[in-house]
């Protein structure tokens, strides 16, 4: 594995379009800090009507948008490479900054919501730009705390982002594996290593054996994982007491717009209506790999490991462009940005965050993060990435930066969109059955098992974890261990053997620091399936709603965006009826299986 010092110039991504150099970027801390405290001094205590108000939004939405490349050169430069000093100083410093900021410009939520109805109507009247953000502020109400209280807890802000800090340190600084050895043969490890290439390694020696060493590792960390864990908990706990919310889940699905009801059914029909068909695949990779006994460590293995094409970068951008041709002439003038203008870092190198993910500051054009290792699926990756870049690339040009964020619940909707378009486009443009077999097992081994299996039972998992401590309890490595275990017992059945290691699953996901992320894959994806099949079958129309959905950004709540695009979520409908699709993809599998083997 490479240092990030030994990368390939043209494999990175080009922060320079943030901050050219680092004296740019310390003028801009000096600056947004001055405009901060020169804010304090002007308004505080003085919010008192209507025109003041609107003057003040207008300020701090400006120094919002200051702020916004300063918070993501700090994050994206330490993201490609956690061991690197500079960068985790400078993210530090930035963490302190914004809890600063925030504390001192507290006074302004508090201040506004103290106005009555009639001077709120009348700024937003004054300013129709900031409706939305008032409207958004309005319902927040209730749960706001007393101003000076509000003001202690913003100043603690980066202390309470500890533990998502304390997790990565520990996995992606301190977390050294050691070779593991098969047959006499040695094989390096790391992280990225297993996620990107051991878990898919054919040879079942090596792939288990990968599986036992890297577990291994993990578990030499399991306590002070579960700690710091137990300490977010106790953090989102405190808070939505002191708030005065019902109850955690009420309070972390407050800002996503998401009745309980939702969050539910999404979790509940999937682990009992899905699980039976994710068996039926189970058994057949079992069956195709000719294993004597299917284990956890073998689900992530291609049906055909034999037919998976390798794909280089610079081809990648190709699959992009006829995969996501269907999206129109506007969107594929961005794909092409994408490369020429460095937007993507490839590089695979030490320290690099694991995964993939897409960061869209406003104002700037989005960044995606991906260690490129040349095998096909990462064409999927990609689209995928590139789904909530052209998502926050449109959103970001037509609303400001108060409304551009929409809820978490729809987050996975466009880039598990671009997925099914991605898989569409291949699938129409062969009839070779060893190629559409390839390429529909890679949609159910990866589109399909990624967010509708690996993140729903996280979301299932984690639900039992917010219910302890919803009831004021507290977890440790045994109990997460436990209730990891059982998730995937009961989901997986008698089809797949539950690996000794496997309990320790949990400790992979950065997730669990983002509230009730997991679930909102599958809440994406159902959304996402549904449109792509009113595309296919409709085309201009459905696509022409999909790129409005995509420009209304956070100015709709989640159920107002699907129904946009001609899906209704507030019924159970949609989801069924994606499950019956992934059910009749597995057919097909099993047919072209039987197929081929004739
Ligand atoms: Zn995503």
């Not at 120094?63 to 530090?92: C, F, H, W």
């Not at 900021?101 to 300013?127: M, P, R």
């Not at 529909?440 to 401590?469: C, G, M």
């Amino acid at each position: 594995m490479l240092k990030r010092s030994e990368v390939k110039l043209e494999e990175t991504w080009d922060l320079t379009d943030l901050f050219e150099n680092e004296q740019q970027f310390e003028e801009a801390l000096q600056e947004v800090s001055e405009e901060a405290t020169a804010i304090e001094a002007k308004f505080k205590g003085k919010i008192t009507n209507s025109t003041v108000a609107v003057e003040v939004i207008t300020l701090y939405k400006n120094l919002s948008e200051k702020l916004v490349p300063i918070g993501n050169y700090s994050q994206l430069s330490l993201s490609v490479d956690q061991t690197n000093d500079t960068a985790q100083m400078r993210a530090a410093k930035v963490g302190q900054l914004y809890s600063k900021i925030s504390a001192q410009l507290s006074f302004i939520t508090s201040e506004l919501l103290q106005l009555d109805e009639e001077t709120l109507t009348e700024t937003k009247n004054k300013s129709q730009d900031f409706s939305h953000y008032i409207d958004k502020l309005i319902r927040k109400k209730p749960y706001q705390l007393h101003p000076e209280v509000e003001k202690t807890l913003a100043a603690f802000g980066s202390i309470f982002e500890a533990p998502y800090e304390l997790y990565n340190t520990t996995k992606l600084v301190d977390m050294k594996f050691e070779n593991f050895e098969v047959n006499g043969k040695s094989y390096p490890l790391s992280y990225n290593s297993f996620e990107g290439d051991w878990e898919l390694e054919t040879d079942t020696d090596i792939r288990r054996a990968a599986f036992t060493a890297f577990s291994n590792k993990l578990r030499d960390y399991q306590h002070t994982t579960a700690k710091t864990y137990d300490t977010h908990l106790k953090i989102e706990k405190t808070e939505s007491d002191l708030r005065g919310f019902n109850s955690i889940f009420d309070s972390l699905l407050f800002d996503q717009q998401v009745d309980k009801e939702l969050y539910d059914r999404q979790i509940d029909l999937i682990t009992s209506e899905l699980a039976p068909i994710m068996r039926k695949y189970a058994k057949l990779l079992q069956k195709s790999h000719g294993l004597e006994k299917m284990t956890f460590a073998d689900l992530k293995i291609p049906l055909d490991p034999s037919y998976e094409p390798k794909i280089s970068i610079e081809e990648s951008r190709q699959y992009m462009k006829d995969g996501l041709s269907v999206l129109g002439k506007d969107y594929q003038a961005m794909l092409d940005r994408a490369f020429d203008e460095r937007w993507i870092d490839f590089a695979q190198n030490i320290g690099k965050s694991t995964g993939a993910f897409c960061s869209s500051p406003y104002g700037y054009h989005p960044y995606v993060l991906i260690s490129w290792t040349s095998r096909m699926n990462e064409v999927f990756v990609l689209a995928h990435e590139l789904g909530h870049a052209g998502h926050f690339y449109l959103a970001n040009a037509e609303q400001n930066i108060f409304n551009a964020r929409p809820s978490l619940y729809f987050i996975e909707a466009p880039s598990t969109m671009n997925e099914m378009l991605m898989a569409n486009h291949l699938l129409s443009n062969s009839n070779d059955a060893r190629f559409k077999r390839w390429v529909i097992s890679t949609i159910i081994a990866r589109t399909y098992y990624h967010n509708f299996v690996t993140h729903l039972l996280e979301a299932a998992y984690q639900r039992k974890v917010y219910e302890i401590i919803n009831d004021g309890g507290s977890v440790n490595a045994s109990i997460l261990n436990k209730l990891k275990r059982d998730v995937l017992v009961d989901f997986w059945g008698d089809a797949v053997e539950i690996t000794e290691g496997a309990e320790l699953t949990w400790m992979r996901q950065p997730h669990y620091y983002m509230g009730l992320y997991p679930y909102t894959y599958s809440a994406g994806l159902t959304i996402a399936t549904e449109v792509s099949q009113r595309i296919l079958k409709e085309g201009t129309p459905a696509v022409n709603d999909w790129i409005n959905v995509l420009k209304a950004g956070g100015t709709k709540t989640p159920v107002e965006l699907a129904q946009m695009a001609g899906v209704d979520v507030t019924t159970d409908q949609p989801l069924r009826s994606t499950i019956q699709f992934i059910s009749s993809l597995v057919d097909q599998l099993e047919e072209l299986t039987t197929q081929l083997e004739n």
